[in-house]
């Protein structure tokens, strides 16, 4: 079974750090694009950073860029949303997915590809909150 395991989110204070976990089963991670979305409530899905698994081409939401990094765990299966600096706005639910069928990760991240992506995670709840 193809799963997607998120963990390490909680209650942050502003200018804090987190670093979320994303660990798979039944799936290589090394030969997928990986991806992270968020979606705060009342608001849509967005896409925060994904990377490619042939290159390592990573893309940037616009609103963590300078602040958010992504990192893998070849040994583990894992891979990491360290976030920095983190502001009132971050917070969110924090997804995991995987692209099966990888066409990079500047359309990866874009809501209307990432819908359709097959395997997700069940998220991992931030708070960031004084």
């Known amino acids: 079974q193809l799963q997607l395991v998120e963990s390490g989110g909680g209650l942050v204070q502003p200018g804090g750090s987190l670093r979320l976990s994303c660990a798979a089963s039944?799936?290589?991670?090394?030969?997928?694009?990986i991806g992270w979305f968020r979606q705060a409530p009342g608001k849509e899905r967005e896409g925060v950073l994904c990377?490619?698994?042939?290159?390592?081409?990573?893309y940037y939401g616009d609103s963590v860029k300078r602040r958010f990094t992504i990192s893998r765990d070849h040994a583990k299966n894992t891979v990491y949303l360290q976030m920095n600096s983190l502001k009132p706005e971050d917070t969110a639910e924090y997804f995991c997915?995987?692209?099966?069928?990888?066409?990079?990760?500047?359309?990866?991240?874009?809501?209307?590809?990432?819908?359709?992506?097959?395997?997700w995670g069940q998220g991992t709840l931030v708070t960031v909150s004084s």
């Open positions: 039944g799936l290589a991670l090394d030969y997928y694009d």
């Open positions: 997915a995987a692209d099966l069928n990888p066409v990079g990760p500047v359309v990866m991240c874009q809501s209307d590809y990432a819908r359709n992506l097959e395997i």
């Open positions: 990377i490619s698994s042939s290159d390592g081409t990573t």
